[in-house]
């Protein structure tokens, strides 16, 4: 049995999927943009079983709430799905060569949400074409001195968007996990169906920086500003969803280190 004292987890994941505009390029001007709501599928009983059949999940689902739950899945009735298989998932003994390639897996993980989309449970406009194969490590170092990585997992995010704007946020997220031998092993699709709800003004770039900068951060060296749909949490369906910009920048503290930020600033004027 080996002995080991200290796990990090690394990930490794595809380009980003933003669009980088510096302080200099920043809009000054702003526009309107609608908010977005889920569309409540008030799924039955027979539709959650078919959703499950179609991702080889078996049983008979037990009715929690607003949710229909399976052994390893939740179909939630307003059209998310969480699916996670256990016993396919990756463990510390599979190394990197017996994973599936990436083709293989975004082969894989297309054939997936495709069938989500037919199904109508995602709307297929949201999907972006810009797979992303990322694989999770385990880095074990021992006693000895030595380190060792072992895979985890491989999965595919597919980005959404919708009219252009990338939907960020833990409740937008559309992930197909691959067992080592390239099965599926859960998949991870909110928000579901989504559908317009009114217009809104937002604010500029430049604005954003500056409630930024209000916030104690005021020597922040800012790298990117996205406009982006901040997505809450799918365990209830969120009531609106609404436009944010996602600015990611650098603090220098006053020992010359460097700490990397992410921060979300409602876009929505007033």
């Not at 669009?19 to 809009?27: F, I, K, M, V």
């Not at 009735?77 to 599936?100: C, H, M, Q, W």
């Not at 083709?103 to 406009?125: F, H, N, P, R, T």
């Amino acid at each position: 049995m080996r002995k080991a004292f200290i796990v990090f987890l690394v990930v490794v994941a595809a380009g980003a999927y933003l669009y980088a505009l510096t302080a200099g390029e920043l809009q000054t001007s702003g526009q309107e943009v609608y908010t977005l709501k889920v569309l409540d599928q008030q799924l039955s009983r027979e539709q959650a079983v078919a959703i499950a059949r179609a991702l080889g999940i078996r049983g008979i689902p037990a009715e929690e709430g607003k949710a229909w739950v399976f052994r390893d899945a939740i179909v939630y009735k307003y059209g998310a799905v969480r699916y996670l298989n256990s016993t396919l998932t990756f463990d510390t003994r599979n190394l990197p060569e017996e994973i599936p390639s990436e083709a293989e897996a975004k082969a894989v993980a297309l054939k997936y949400v495709q069938k989500l989309a037919d199904m109508g449970i995602l709307g297929q406009s949201l999907l972006s074409s810009k797979l992303e194969v990322v694989k999770d490590e385990e880095v074990v170092a021992y006693r000895n001195g030595t380190r060792q990585r072992y895979m985890l997992n491989v999965h595919v995010n597919v980005p959404l968007e919708y009219n252009g704007i990338p939907l960020h946020g833990a409740g937008a997220k559309v992930r197909v996990y691959l067992s080592r031998d390239g099965k599926l092993a859960g998949v991870l699709s909110f928000p579901g169906k989504l559908i317009p709800d009114r217009r809104v003004s937002i604010i500029s770039q430049t604005e954003a920086v500056e409630k930024l900068r209000s916030m104690g951060y005021e020597n922040a060296e800012i790298d990117s500003v996205q406009l982006v749909y901040e997505v809450p949490p799918p365990e209830s369906m969120p009531a609106s969803i609404t436009p944010a910009y996602l600015i990611k920048g650098r603090l220098i503290l006053s020992d010359g280190s460097v700490v990397r930020f992410a921060r979300v600033i409602p876009a929505a004027r007033g």
